[in-house]
């Protein structure tokens, strides 16, 4: 199983204080020491938190595969076809999320044509999709190189059943639900991240998965076989602040081991 290592949020420390601290570069090269196999980043389209310049720093310096997380907005994909990362991983984008919300709508009429132009670049293509058969098929179609499955239904359905989440202000409101619902929800989601797995890997897909997850949930993830890499970042990032990024990064990795 192979790790790339979100570092959004070194950047979105930095933009708080909007300094030269903590550095993003240096993040990228603690994260190649302690073992992660690939940096992904996100250019998003405000800018709130990596920028153009890290892009070209990170890509320039990294000894390990940059993965460029970008939505297909066309001055986006003018720059990434500059920049050059190894693979773009195409994702929706809206400026009011907190976060990447669901998996990218697949019958957006140019996709096919972004596709083809990042790999006629020598840029690998991972869409990021919800985990339905459908999306697979229409990833399939759209000749992806790979597929990287949003388990952030999954990701939420675990904090509700098995954290303390449901008790704080940041409960999700939409799965206050029973444990026995939540525990039927949680194998419901579950089953359709290892059957999108199974049939991406069946149409020659190369499978990738994340968002939301962390050192509880990554383990069920990590253990469907089709899967061949997670990208995390959030819970990462927040472990580093008490143990350091190496030692975070490093954990991380006997998680999904
Ligand atoms: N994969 C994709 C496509 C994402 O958009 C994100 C969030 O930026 C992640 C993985 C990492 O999610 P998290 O920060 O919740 O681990």
Same mark, same amino acid.
């Given at each position: 199983m192979l790790l790339g290592v979100n570092i959004d949020h070194i950047a979105v420390l930095r933009e708080a204080r909007?300094?030269? %601290? @903590? %550095?993003v570069l240096l993040a990228s090269f603690e994260a190649y020491l302690a073992g992660a196999n690939q940096i992904t980043i996100h250019l998003r389209e405000d800018r709130r938190h990596i920028h153009e310049t890290d892009v070209k720093n990170i890509i320039t310096h990294s000894k390990i595969p940059v993965n460029l997380e970008c939505s297909i907005d066309s001055e986006i994909i003018n720059l990434v076809l500059k920049l050059k990362p190894s693979r773009a991983t195409l994702v929706p984008e809206k400026r009011e999320e907190l976060t990447t919300e669901g998996g990218l709508? !697949?019958? /957006? @009429?140019n996709l096919k044509e972004v596709t083809r132009k990042l790999q006629e670049n020598e840029i690998e293509v991972s869409l990021f999709i919800d985990p339905t058969e459908e999306s697979i098929q229409l990833a399939h179609g759209l000749k992806a190189d790979w597929i990287e499955l949003h388990t952030g239904a999954y990701a939420n359905t675990y904090l509700m059943l098995n954290? +303390? !989440?449901?008790?704080? +202000?940041?409960?999700i409101k939409e799965l206050q639900k029973s444990r026995k619902e939540l525990k039927e929800l949680i194998n419901l989601e579950l089953d359709k991240i290892k059957e999108s797995a199974k049939f991406g890997e069946y149409l020659g897909l190369k499978v990738a998965a994340g968002h939301g997850l962390n050192y509880q949930n990554v383990k069920d993830i990590a253990? /469907? @076989?089709? /899967?061949k890499e997670l990208n995390i970042g959030q819970s990462i990032i927040a472990r580093s602040v008490f143990v350091g990024l190496k030692q975070a990064i490093k954990e991380m990795i006997e998680c999904v081991k």
């Open positions: 909007k300094v030269n %601290d @903590p %550095d709508n !697949l019958e /957006i @009429p954290s +303390n !989440l449901a008790n704080t +202000n940041y409960s253990s /469907i @076989p089709e /899967i």
